[in-house]
Structure formats: structure tokens, C-alpha cells
């Protein structure tokens, strides 16, 4: 799919949507930046490192913060988390939506796949300007829009992290927040998919799909840049 961006919708839209509760702005980080230890987390593929949760709880929220910021990372893969999807998933079909940096898909061991946003010249040249880094996205990780990749792979289990839901850009923006380039989880759900979101409560607890029966986890060892990580959850949707 072929994604046409003009100035006019592009500065209008994208601003609705952001993850305010789960990050510092710019000015913070600068003002925090010099004093802060930043942890070393990623392998030398470019990779989080994968990590019990007790390593994570060693490391100050503020600098794990700072660092999630500038390495453009926002759920963190643990070693618990991974074994808990494993389990969740089985021996299904399964994908995942926005992968971002890769991390979750590469841990899993299944496809990724993310309409890549974050390259596209006129996203990447608003990131600059408020000093918010931008995913350096692996090669695996394959350009799809949610949609086309469940089309394509026809999975039975679709799990995403910390996505942005799609908005309408010619409607108000919804309390959840979003936008013109998000996904449109209520058409993941009308493919029967099983639906695995790996969020924040503060931060997605508001999305549309949320009134849509599911089932929500509060997991011990789930980690994020979150402002309120007590309120990291994993939330499923169609299974049976």
C-alpha cells in the first residue's frame, strides 16, 4: 500500500495522538540527561538485550526511561514475558503488528511486520524537530500496514505492543487518542484473530477496543518506559 502525506493533515493529525503519560518531553530529558547513568541494553546485532525482570528492577525508572527514549523503545521483552506468550500462543499462527525495533518477533522467533512509519521522510523531519528519536527498523521486519500483514499471513494469533490505534481525521480525537496512520484494531478483531496487547493502562486503558469483551492481565514481570508502570497490563481479545 502506497501512503500519500501532505503538510496540511500531517500537521493537523499527528500531534492528537501522542503517548503523553508515558514520556518525558524534550526539555525534560534535557534537563535530566546529564546526570543520569544510561544502562547498556542492547546487544551487537542492535538488539535489547534479553533480560530477567529482576535486571530491569536494578536500573532506576528514570534512567530506563531516558534510555527507552533515546533508543525509541517502549514495551520491554523480558525473559518472563516471553515465556508467558509462548505459552499464550502455543502452537498457532501468529504475527506481529507494529514490531517496531523487532525485539518481541526476534525473542518469539515469528514474523514482523509494521507500516514503518517512522521512515517516511515528513514523520521523521516532525520527530527531529521535537527531539523524539525514531526506530531504526531491522531488515526482517517487514513494511506492512496491520491490516495487509493479517491478510497476507492469515495468522490465528496477532500480538502487538504499545501500537497507537487509528483515528478518524475527520472526527474529534477520541479520549484514547490516536492517529491517521494507527491501526485499526476493531478490524483486527472482526477477522477473528486472537488479539494479544501488551500496554499500559494510563496510557491505552482508553482505546476503543476496550469496550469490546476481553480478558486483562496484570503481570509481575512486564516493563515499559511507562510514567506509571504499575499499570502495565497484556490484554486479549477473541479467544476462545
Known amino acids: 500500500m502506497l501512503y500519500r502525506i501532505t503538510a496540511e493533515p500531517f500537521l493537523k493529525y499527528l500531534l492528537r495522538a501522542s503517548r503523553p503519560l508515558c514520556e518525558y518531553s524534550p526539555m525534560e530529558f534535557s534537563i535530566l540527561s546529564p546526570d543520569l547513568k544510561l544502562p547498556d541494553l542492547l546487544d551487537s546485532n542492535g538488539f535489547l538485550r534479553l533480560l530477567p525482570t529482576s535486571a530491569y528492577d536494578q536500573i532506576p525508572h528514570d534512567n530506563l526511561r531516558l534510555w527507552c527514549h533515546q533508543y525509541a523503545r517502549y514495551g520491554l521483552p523480558t525473559i518472563e514475558l516471553i515465556e508467558w506468550l509462548r505459552t499464550q500462543i502455543a502452537d498457532r499462527k501468529v504475527i506481529e503488528i507494529g514490531s517496531g525495533c523487532g525485539d518481541l518477533a526476534h525473542y518469539l522467533g515469528i ?40 491478510d497476507q499471513y492469515k495468522p490465528e494469533v496477532v500480538v502487538a505492543s504499545w501500537i497507537t490505534q487509528w483515528i478518524d481525521p475527520d472526527q474529534p480525537p477520541p479520549p484514547g487518542g490516536g492517529n491517521i496512520w494507527g491501526v485499526k484494531e476493531d478490524e483486527i478483531l472482526k477477522r477473528k484473530c486472537v488479539y494479544i496487547f501488551i500496554g499500559n493502562h494510563a496510557v491505552h486503558g482508553s482505546k476503543k477496543i476496550m469496550s469490546i469483551p476481553h480478558k486483562e492481565y496484570k503481570l509481575p514481570f512486564l516493563r515499559s518506559r511507562a510514567n506509571q508502570p504499575e499499570l502495565d497490563r497484556v490484554w486479549i481479545w477473541n479467544e476462545r
Open 111 to 150: 514474523t514482523a511486520t509494521d507500516n514503518c512509519m517512522q521512515k517516511w521522510r515528513e514523520i521523521k523531519r516532525h520527530y527531529r524537530l521535537v527531539g523524539q528519536p525514531t526506530i531504526k527498523y531491522p531488515d526482517f521486519v517487514q513494511s506492512l500496514d496491520a491490516l495487509e500483514a493479517i
